[in-house]
């Protein structure tokens, strides 16, 4: 970013995940709400931002549908994303909610562990709630309080999720899972050996749910959301994949 | 008189004195839950209303200082609940009391009970920042029952139409930001601000306040009759003692 001539102001308040980055972003948005453009990347604040992060996502199923379609000749059998806010899944998912021979899995941050604040997966853990402007799932105590997450990918690492996958959750039309840090680390290194692609920490989560299904639905078609690339996750890799390796 | 009658009240018998109300707000539980009750006693023997805030863990309203008293109050286990205990205990304190909370800890408790548990706690009403007017037709007919306030917000970037609705909607007082921004910061109070507050008074029916960034007596004096009253939080919260803070905030 800074290469691009950005100047990055890091957050440094509350646990220094993407919901203290959001608190802080909501704050200067309102110090100088006629000279602050609020844009977030993912499917999560107040509305229409939800609304605006899936139109402007939801490129990803449409392209991926016709592509499929070209490809295969079929749609998928089914379709698998990881969900953090969501953004990402929720642009996938949304030109194949309405064919529904397609199964829609989202994988979420499974973490260390089922506890409060071992993991980021909401829609698993998670009650209704109110943060940043929407009512969805919240990783939450009992009097309201928001939790902190753990999740080896920062992109997922998030109390809340978006409201239309709360949504699709009650629906039934999604179907939400969680994958663990060491599972997605597993996929990390699957996807490098196997097919020379890097993905984001974040992506190896549906790599997971990917190869669940597969293994219980042999000879069907999946589609893959591959959302990220690793690159970014290099210190990530070297602090845990990589250490592991060496050990 | 009605819980939010009386919040009213209050503000304007004050103001009938010539000197803006003093609206004190005190992080519940900060600096500690043992010396609540003692800070409120401080509060409630110099103030006109009190605001009690409840504790969140994220007050995306709210400047450095409350958000340091919230994290604090929280880690020392100050919930809604264990606030409504304590008020129930000094009920008859003095000065109506109003609680300021952000929205998760009011649905945690459950708005079906919350009415009810605050009026028997002598709360008059609630602040709730993140809760737009368009959202709150729930909480809104919970106080209803008892006739309790839902104050609203408006800023200096409100529209008149929005504005409109927000003091035409408002119980209690209108709960005027001096400026756009979060809580804490010292404000000069520029003249276009003076000339917003009257705008906001031409129109709301009931008392106004201004709030975030006072801190000084000559702030105090701009604002005088301009406003009804003046909302102290931060300025409050950072001192050693309450009482004395707002005492130096009247006229000598």
Redesign the interface.
Known sequence: MRLLGARVVPVV??DRTL?AAI?EA??DW?????GTYYLLGSAVGPHPYPYLVRELQSVIGREARAQMLAAAGKLPDALIACVGGGSNSIGAFHAFVPDEAVELIGVEAGGRGAGLGENAATVAYGR??????TYSL?L?N?????QETHSVSAGLDYPGVGPEHALLAASGRVRYETASDAEALEGVRQLSELEGILPALESAHALVGAARWAQAHSGGTVLICLSGRGDKDMSTLQRTLLTAERA | MSPREHVSAAIRTAAARGEPALVAYITAGFPSRERFREHLRAVADAADVIEVGVPFTDPMADGVTIQRASLAALAQGASLAWILEELAALRGIGPPLLLMSYLNPLLAFGIGRLAASAAASGVSGFIVPDLPLDESSELRAALDEGKLALVQMVTPVTGAERLAQLCAGSEGFVYAVTMTGTTGRNVAVPAEVLAYLDRVRAIAALPVCAGFGIRSREQVERLRGHVDGVVVGSALVEGEDPGEFLRALRPC
């Open positions: 308040s509350g919901r608190d909501l704050r309102v110090s100088d709400p006629l209704p709630g109110v943060l940043h402007g919240l939450q009992t009097d309201g309080q928001i």
